[in-house]
């Protein structure tokens, strides 16, 4: 009876408030991830949040806004750049480390007469392995 009470006759005015609840729990989700992936607060200020998360869902998120909203996207743009930065380094260790880098440093030594050839071909095999 519940669920009869809460939808409307009207399929447009249920989508409707369907898409509301979905945008509040999402809204929700981000507060959570946020508030646990933040590493400056207090693990005690983290309990009250969650806390007041739980007891007051809707005010509480709104607070939550307001309150920490400011340092949500600053702290969502630190995340997101270090895990650029992560993968960025992950694609160049993974391309080789940079062996045309190496080999060339390798050629530019050999014609400076600074290595001998049989070195050259070492350095350019270590390079290529």
Same mark, same amino acid.
């Given at each position: 009876?519940?669920?009869? *009470?809460? #939808? ?6 249920? @989508? +409707?408030?369907? =898409?509301?609840?979905?945008? =509040? ?10 508030? =646990? ?15 007041? +998360? ?5 005010? /509480? ?10 340092? @949500?996207?600053?702290?969502? @743009? *630190? ?8 993968? /960025? ?5 993974? #391309?080789?480390?940079?062996?045309? *880098?190496?080999?060339?440093? $390798?050629?530019?030594? +050999? *014609? $400076? ?6 070195? =050259?071909? #070492?350095?350019? $095999?270590? #390079?290529? $392995?």
């Amino acid at each position: 009876m519940i669920l009869a *009470d809460l #939808a409307s006759s009207n399929p447009f005015l249920l @989508m +409707l408030e369907f =898409f509301f609840f979905f945008i =509040f729990i999402m809204i929700f989700v981000q507060c959570l991830v946020d508030l =646990f992936a933040d590493h400056e607060e207090s693990g005690v200020k983290k309990a009250i949040w969650l806390l007041c +998360l739980i007891v007051a869902l809707p005010l /509480t998120v709104f607070v939550y806004l307001i309150v920490r909203g400011p340092g @949500m996207a600053k702290r969502n @743009m *630190d995340r997101q750049k270090q895990a650029n930065e992560q993968f /960025t380094a992950m694609v160049q260790s993974s #391309a080789g480390g940079g062996s045309a *880098d190496q080999i060339a440093k $390798a050629k530019e030594l +050999l *014609d $400076a007469g600074t290595i001998t050839p049989a070195e =050259f071909d #070492a350095m350019k $095999a270590k #390079a290529l $392995a």
